[in-house]
Nanobody
Framework: QVQLVESGGGLVQAGGSLRLSCAVS????MGWFRQAPGKEREFVAA????????GYTDSVKGRFTISRDNAKNTVYLQMDNLKPEDTAVYSC?????????????????????WGQGTQVTVSL
């Protein structure tokens, strides 16, 4: 396991933007998940360790972008055109180990390291 440090959450009006950051110690496949009150944790986006491939849940396609800067050991989630239903605690996750440069992972149980979570609240 590794330590992950998230930042960038906050309160924004519908239609606005936020960028989440996740600092990680090495080049691992990474994912973002979210959990709203009373709901199960859900997959949001994931990226391979090389950054060459990425995937999204349908509800955020065209609005969210996952990216990484391996020189800075940081993974980002750019969230545009935010909606009230995006309100949740967002957590980044890492799948530590050596993997293909093109694989990304969408299931929470495939990740072994998690950040503390950051609150994103979208108001009307």
């Amino acid at each position: 396991q590794v330590q992950l440090v998230e930042s960038g959450g906050g309160l924004v009006q519908a239609g606005g933007s936020l960028r989440l950051s996740c600092a990680v110690s090495n080049r691992y496949p990474m994912g973002w998940f979210r959990q709203a009150p009373g709901k199960e944790r859900e997959f949001v986006a994931a990226i391979s360790w090389s950054g060459s491939t990425r995937g999204y849940t349908d509800s955020v396609k065209g609005r969210f972008t996952i990216s990484r800067d391996n020189a800075k050991n940081t993974v980002y989630l750019q969230m545009d055109n935010l909606k009230p239903e995006d309100t949740a605690v967002y957590s980044c996750a890492a799948k530590t180990g050596i993997y293909s440069s093109v694989y990304y992972y969408q299931r929470a149980n495939e990740y072994d390291s998690w950040g503390q979570g950051t609150q994103v609240t979208v108001s009307l």
